[in-house]
């Protein structure tokens, strides 16, 4: 059995990216920029674990080998719910990039 990767991590991280990028105000901070965007890098590598995980579960029961089906669809929610969140979060991140893009100064 594989074990599966927990949704918390990314929530985690997401929550973490957030809360710096608020903090940052309108002054502005790089290392809390930074911040961010090594967690939003680090949730974008566990994602992509996420997926090899489930990716490697579905090769495995197409080959024929043992593999427990409430594992893998537990792995296959786990990265459907973990990329919705990645999806989220660069919707934000793109729609306060062109908020600050329209500002006039």
């Known amino acids: ?11 985690a991280q997401a929550i973490s990216g957030a809360s710096a990028v608020q903090s940052t ?8 920029l ?3 965007g090594n967690s939003f890098a680090a949730m974008l590598a566990s994602l992509n674990q996420s997926e090899q ?15 427990d089906l409430s594992t893998l669809m537990i792995a296959q929610q786990t990265t459907d719910i973990n990329f919705q969140v ?4 660069r919707d934000k991140l793109v729609s306060a990039y062109e908020d600050t893009m329209r500002m006039q100064v």
């Open 1 to 11: 059995m594989t074990a599966i990767t927990p949704i918390s991590p990314i929530a």
């Open 25 to 32: 105000g309108s002054t502005g901070s790089t290392s809390a």
């Open 34 to 36: 930074d911040q961010t």
């Open 53 to 67: 995980q489930s990716d490697s579960l579905v090769t495995q029961l197409s080959e024929g080998q043992d593999v």
């Open 86 to 89: 990645a999806m989220s979060i």
